[in-house]
Each structure stands twice: as C-alpha cells, then as structure tokens.
C-alpha cells in the first residue's frame, strides 16, 4: 500500500540520515549511474478543465527505481539531485522524454515539465529546449514549463531574457505551489508568466477552512487580475472540483481524476472517449 511504501521509504531515508554522509554520497552515486543510463522514467498525471472535465494536459513527473531499495521519491532524490548539477542532467533527461512522449498523445494536449532553478540559470537553457523541440516535432504551444517561487529569489536579466525568448515561441510558464514560497507581489508582477498552481495544501485545507477558501478565491482573483489562467493541485474530492469550479478556478489536478501513470497508460487514457461533465465518470479508476 501507499501507507507502507511511504513508511519504507522514510526508513531508508532515516537510516541514511543516520548513517550520514557516506549513504547520502552513495545514494547520489546511484542517481548518477541511473541518470547516465536514462533509467529516470518519467509518468504523467492529467490536468483538467473544470468547465468541460475533459483533460487539457499533462503533468511530467520523475521517478526512480532504487536497484535495491526500490522506489524513491522525487520528494527525495529531486533535492538529492538539486545539492549538485545532477539537476541538469536529471531534468534535460525528463523533458527530452516528456516532449517524445508528449509527441505521440492523441489530441495534442499540453505537456507541463518541472524545471528547476539551476536549469534555467544555464546560459544554454533556451537552446536546449529548442532543440528538443526540434529534435521531437512537438510544437512549442504544446511545452509548459513549471518553475517554483525559489526562481524568484535568483531571477536576473538573463532569466528573464530566457523567458521571454521562449514564450515568444509558445512555450508557456506555470509558477509551481503557489502561495507556499518567497513570492513578493512585485517580483510576481514583473516574471513573465502563464499560470499559477495553486499548492494542494490550500486545495486540501478548502473544505475545513474558510481561511483556505479565502485564500484560493484570492489567488484566482489575482492570476484573473494579472491575464493569468489557474490550476488547483492535489484536488482529492468531488466537493474540492465544485468549490474551485464556483470559484472560477480554470484546471484540477489531483487523485480525484487519476494519479500518475506511465507513458503506455498515460497515452491510453488520452486516446480514450471523454464524456464531457463536472466530474470524469470512472477517470479515477484507470491509474
Ligand atoms: P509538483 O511539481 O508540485 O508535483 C505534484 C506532486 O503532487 C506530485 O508528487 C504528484 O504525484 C502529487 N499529487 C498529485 N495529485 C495529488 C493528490 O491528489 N494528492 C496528493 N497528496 N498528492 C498529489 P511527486 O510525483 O511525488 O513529485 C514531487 C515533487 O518533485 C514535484 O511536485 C516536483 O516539485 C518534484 N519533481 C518531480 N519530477 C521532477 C522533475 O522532473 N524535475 C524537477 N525539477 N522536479 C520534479
Ligand atoms: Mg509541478
Ligand atoms: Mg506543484
Ligand atoms: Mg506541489
């Protein structure tokens, strides 16, 4: 169950922490080995319009299978990889495979890929990303990238540049978990940007709290304000889809519609007939 692999993996990660720097540097070696062979695989969760609950997207996740201590979380290995230019490697693997895979899904929906921070410091962002572009077929309107609050606090006028040069093309930017990083209202207001995610801990806390509530109806007033579209993350339940609907929250994402999956199942799913409705009749099931 999820409840037991996440308690096995806190062990391993416990047991890592005590046995301090020599585990964590061989952990890091496995990644690397498991970076250089492209054994990241990498699934896709999908993202919904509220309005027609037909799906418009899909989010790209990576995930790593430990030779022998099975999977790790990305919530692990991510920053693992975050504390040296792994990151690089990592992630130019994920979006490689997302945009080839992305290439192949019936309906041409949009593929979101997490960049980290590092990555887009890279004085050859923009060229890679072209050129896997180019090298997939995918058409750039196809591409969102999702960038966290910490790109903020590092953002230059290269930066910018970078972003710039890429929107102009048709790649489209998503500010990740919204509302839980460094995010000054100035800084959001002069970052080229597509869309917010709303951070699941806001989305999970709606139906207890009118605080939480609060909070998401203003931060989809202010995507409105600033030309911004909205995704709510970690959408769980049914009386969460409605309340973000009412609220005028554009996409879901969560378990309520499925959880991630592989490429095979992913490409399925998409192929599938959608009845159109608030709620996808049996979408739940197919992860
Ligand atoms: P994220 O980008 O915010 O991705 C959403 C996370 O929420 C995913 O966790 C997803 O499996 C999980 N999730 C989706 N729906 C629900 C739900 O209804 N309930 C709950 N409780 N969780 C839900 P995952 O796959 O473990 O990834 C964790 C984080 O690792 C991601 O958060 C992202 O920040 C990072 N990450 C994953 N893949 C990559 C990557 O290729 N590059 C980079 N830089 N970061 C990545
Ligand atoms: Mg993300
Ligand atoms: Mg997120
Ligand atoms: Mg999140």
Redesign the pocket.
Known sequence: TVKAAGRGRQCLFDVAIERGFAARREMEEDLHAAVAEDAIDVHY?PQISLATGLPVGC????RWEHPRHGRV???DF?PLAERSTL?LAL?HR?LARACADAATWPGSPRVAV???AQQLLENDFVERVTAVLAETGLAPGRLEL?ITESVLLKINADVLDAIRTLRRIGVTFAL??FGTGYSSLSRLHHLPLDKLKID?SFTSAMETSDEARGIVATIIDLACKLGLATTA????TPSQNAMLRDAGCEQG????YAR?MDAQACRRMLGEAWPAGPVPPGLAQVA
């Not at 989010?59 to 990576?62: G, P």
């Not at 993350?233 to 769980?236: D, L, T």
């Not at 994402?253 to 309520?256: A, K, S």
């Open positions: 969760q989010e790209a996740l990576a979380s990305p919530a991510i990151i992630g994920v997490n960049v980290s999702e990740d978990d699941q993350e970690g959408v769980e994402q969560g378990y309520l991630p």
